[in-house]
């Protein structure tokens, strides 16, 4: 939600949205789950307030005067009906991964690390520029900057930090005064 994505460091505005960034937004789950084990104590409510909110876990709670997942999912005013779906499949998700050949995903490799260069890109730069002074596809980096939700930098602010591929920052560098002179003003 974009409180919840606001409150753990995540911009969520008509520029960026960091729910979408793989990276950033992991790393706010994380943080997101590890307060929610402090408030709640149990791995089972964690996931059940991840999915529902900790308000809705923490009225159930207190409706049902119990803090026992199990035993909340019982009650018809207990937690809602997804979340009590939720819980089962997060379960299993770890169960698989953990038992990955037991259950015939022992030949998968998995996916190699997200790599990329960071480059500096000025305020209201479009990525299809940035990938031209890079000497990238303009799909590639779209596809390695999902945050940016218009296909370009906002124009309100500095320079921002944009991911290109691999080995193309330094010719972004000597490229992005070049590629910026040829663009038209939209």
């Known amino acids: 939600m974009p409180g919840a994505a606001r409150a753990y460091g995540l911009e969520v505005s008509y520029w960026i949205d960091g729910r979408r960034d793989p990276e950033r937004a992991a790393d706010a789950a994380a943080r997101y789950l590890k307060d929610l084990y402090v408030r709640f104590g149990s791995w089972y409510l964690v996931f059940a307030a991840y999915n529902a909110g900790y308000g809705a876990v923490l009225r159930s709670i207190t409706n049902s005067n119990t803090n026992d997942y199990w035993e909340l999912i019982k009650h018809e005013s207990g937690l809602p009906w997804e979340s009590s779906l939720y819980v089962p499949k997060i379960l299993a998700a770890a169960i698989v991964g953990r038992n990955q050949s037991a259950f015939g995903f022992g030949e998968i490799t998995p996916d190699p690390p997200f790599a990329y260069d960071e480059v500096d890109v000025p305020a209201g730069t479009t990525l299809a520029t ?32 944009v991911r290109v591929p691999v080995g193309t920052g330094a010719v972004y560098a000597a490229n992005i005064e070049k590629a910026r002179a040829g663009d038209k003003l939209d």
């Open 130 to 161: 940035v990938a031209r002074a890079a000497g990238a596809k303009t799909e590639v980096v779209e596809a390695l900057n999902p945050h940016l939700l218009r296909s370009r930098t906002a124009p309100e602010r500095g320079t921002t930090r």
